[in-house]
């Protein structure tokens, strides 16, 4: 099992910038990975980035754009994810997601999951 807790969400203006963060306690898959979904009301969730438990090879969704950055602090276990140029479109919840194996821009599901977080951009 693992333990997923998010913070750092909040209310931000477009164009800022928040950091999101996910601490993990329990196992640990060397070849998993941890990432993060979002879900807009009345929208499907999508897959937002993921890296290697490792901290290496991170992904991203295409709607990211070189705008978020997630990487890994391996000695407390923690995984971030950066959000600069923040738009009105990146209102959602944040989910932390732990997965046994690897992901890929088009993981639709995860082994665990953290209880969300709102990320709200005010236009």
């Known amino acids: 099992q693992v333990q997923l807790v998010e913070s750092g969400g909040g209310l931000v203006q477009s164009g800022g910038s928040l950091r999101l963060a996910c601490a993990a306690s329990?196992?640990?898959?060397?070849?998993?990975?941890m990432g993060w979904f979002r879900q807009a009301p009345g929208k499907e969730r999508e897959f937002v980035a993921a890296i290697a438990w490792s901290g290496r090879n991170p992904i991203y969704a295409r709607f990211v754009q070189g705008r978020f950055r997630i990487f890994r602090d391996s000695a407390k276990n923690v995984v971030y994810l950066q959000m600069n140029s923040l738009k009105s479109e990146d209102t959602a919840a944040y989910y932390c997601?732990?997965?046994?194996?690897?992901?890929?821009?088009?993981?639709?599901?995860?082994?665990?999951w953290g209880q969300g977080i709102q990320v709200t951009v005010s236009s």
């Open positions: 997601v732990a997965n046994q194996g690897p992901m890929t821009t088009t993981s639709r599901d995860a082994d665990y």
């Open positions: 329990g196992r640990t898959y060397e070849r998993g990975a």
